[in-house]
């Protein structure tokens, strides 16, 4: 599968965005789905993670309450709402797709992995 994530910017502290990932290749329905991101000289981490079905979703602590996932199996894209944005948010941000049984939020357990889209947040 194809993943082509999209949506970034420069946003200032406080505001919102939303990124998208649409597939191709492949339907997303055959995927647990993520976000991920890296800061400038930081390691990738994790963001957030939806089930195969989207009835699951996961967040690392640092974005919960503000980020939301979801998915549109039929539109094959996952989304990543973003609230309340602050600098430290800032970030190039990939998508990235695992199989189905996978139920981790550990990089190394996702197979596909988009381009990234880069998220700016000024103070």
């Known amino acids: 599968v194809q993943l082509q994530a999209s949506g970034g910017g420069l946003v200032q502290a406080g505001g919102s965005l939303r990124l998208s990932c649409a597939a191709s290749g492949r339907t997303i329905s055959d995927y647990r789905m993520g976000w991920f991101r890296q800061a400038p000289g930081k390691e990738r981490e994790f963001v957030a993670a939806?089930?195969?079905?989207?009835?699951?979703?996961y967040y690392a602590d640092s974005v919960k309450g503000r980020f939301t996932i979801s998915r549109d199996n039929a539109k094959n894209t996952v989304y990543l709402q973003m609230n309340s944005l602050t600098p430290e948010d800032t970030a190039v941000y990939y998508c990235?797709?695992?199989?189905?049984?996978?139920?981790?939020?550990?990089?190394?357990?996702?197979?596909?992995w988009g381009q990234g889209t880069l998220v700016t947040v000024s103070s």
């Open positions: 939806i089930s195969w079905g989207g009835a699951r979703t």
């Open positions: 990235a797709g695992a199989p189905r049984s996978y139920s981790g939020s550990y990089a190394e357990g996702f197979n596909y």
